[in-house]
Nanobody, 116 residues
């Protein structure tokens, strides 16, 4: 079955960096677009970044463009989100998502807290 496991979250000071990973299994990874989402306390889940199957095309939420970089390693079935210049408003649970066969699959999420 499809499984997505996020890791790499934690507590970081404003201006710091983190790299999130999403390890995938149970589907042909290189055949599927993927994305990162986040949900802050009391807010709706929002899309953060997306990547095509080869990794050659990416797009970003305006507020994270120039600070975050989404990438993927198809041989390792893993997607990444490099987050730099983190701000307090980036605090959220971050999720990876993949649509497979018309169904959206989500990981369990990883907490990112930006605070001094």
């Amino acid at each position: 079955q499809v499984q997505l496991v996020e890791s790499g979250g934690g507590l970081v000071q404003p201006g710091g960096s983190l790299r999130l990973s999403c390890a995938a299994s149970g589907f042909p990874f290189s055949d599927h677009i993927m994305g990162w989402y986040r949900q802050a306390p009391g807010k709706a889940r929002e899309w953060v970044a997306g990547i095509n199957t080869s990794g050659s095309r990416t797009n970003y939420l305006d507020s994270v463009r120039e600070r975050f970089t989404i990438s993927r390693d198809n041989p390792r079935n893993t997607m990444y989100l490099q987050m730099n210049s983190l701000k307090a408003e980036d605090t959220a649970v971050y999720y990876c998502k993949v649509p497979v066969g018309g169904v959206d699959y989500w990981g369990q999420g990883t907490q990112v807290t930006v605070s001094s």
